[in-house]
Each structure stands twice: as structure tokens, then as C-alpha cells.
């Protein structure tokens, strides 16, 4: 919604927090004001033309400070007359800025304050929401490290008791070797006994022989 206002012989397009520098007003800073011609008023798709004003509108403003414009310079010259006239003014103006644009009932500061007030509720939610999502976030990741240092704990507690097996397996690894001299010892005695069990072979060798001798049939002389 804007409006056009007439004040100090000049018209300004304004609208809710515009800030204008119009004629000097005598007013004080900070003071509410009234400006009563309002000349136009636009609503979206609806428009009132005042004739001149229009009846049932009005625009507030809130006097900020009293300020001087920039200089202009004034400067007149006549030739051949050797006439030069040169001025400086600068402008005694008052700063304004525009708190509400009112058509009938319908108000732009009021509705400006409820799209304020929605805008805040749903940055409140989303603030909310950031920080349940980051307390859930932090909630997964103790999770998973406590997950993660779990199997670290069960594979570093075999590793501790390793000590005892490696002495058993040095206490098996020595009675081999104690046992090789004994069975060193052990090997040397079956000597005799392959020569005691090849002496009945050759003995049963030479028996086939002799009986074959006397199986044979004396030859005459």
C-alpha cells in the first residue's frame, strides 16, 4: 500500500518507513504528525483518487530531525554592464518518516506487524528444529564412536592374555627337543634287531636250498 501526500506546495510517493525531506514544518523532533492531503491511495489492485482528497485516508509520520540543504548558487550577469550578482541559500528542510497509511479500515502498519509477528514465529521454529536436528546429531555420533570403541576393547583384551600362550607354546617346543635325544637313543637299538630278523631270512634261504640238494637224484658213478 502507498500513498501520495501533498505538503509545502510538493507531492511525495511514500509508504510504510519511507523517509522524506520535506518544507520546513514547525514541529518538533520526535513528534507525530498528521499529513492530511493525501492526494492518492493504492491497495494492491484497488486505487482511491481524492477530489482533491481522498475522504477517508490518512498517513502519520514522526518527526526525525530539522536539517539545511545543499547550497545552491544563485548567479546573475549582465553584459556590457559589468554587473555580476552571485547568492548562496541552502534550504531549511524537516526529515520525516512515514509510521502508517490507513484507507477506511484497513491498515499497513497493522498488517506490517503480523507478517513481522509470523515472520519471528517461524524464525523461532526453524531455530527450534536446528537445535533438536543438532542435539539428535550429537546423540548418533556418541553412538557411533561407542560403537566404534567397542570392538577396539574386545580385540585389545586377547592381545593381554597372549603372554601366557606363548609360554606354553615355548614349554611344548621344549619337550620336543628333550624327546629328540631319547628318541636318538631309542633309534640306535633297532640296528640289532634288522640284523637278528635278516639272519633267520638268510637261515630260511639256505634251508630251500638243502632240501632241493636232497631232492635231486644221485647221479651213478
Known sequence: MYAVIETGGKQYRVELGTELEVELLDVEPGQEINLDRVLLVVDGDKSAVGQPVVADA?????????????????????????????????????????????????????????????????????????????????????????RKAAPVASKAAPKAKAAPKAKVADANVAAPAAAAPAKAAAGSSPAPKAKAKAAPKAAATDAPASEAASKRPARAK
Open 58 to 146: 490518512a498517513v502519520s509520520a514522526r518527526v526525525l530531525r530539522q536539517i539545511r540543504g545543499e547550497k545552491t548558487i544563485s548567479f546573475k550577469y549582465r553584459p556590457k554592464a559589468r554587473r555580476r550578482v552571485k547568492k548562496g541559500h541552502r534550504q531549511e528542510l524537516t526529515v520525516l518518516k512515514i509510521t502508517e497509511v490507513r484507507l477506511g479500515a484497513k491498515s499497513a502498519a497493522a498488517e506490517a506487524n503480523e507478517a513481522d509477528a509470523a515472520a519471528a514465529a517461524e524464525r523461532e521454529k526453524v531455530a527450534k528444529a536446528a537445535a533438536r536436528q543438532a542435539a539428535e546429531d550429537s546423540a548418533l555420533a556418541d553412538k557411533l564412536k561407542a
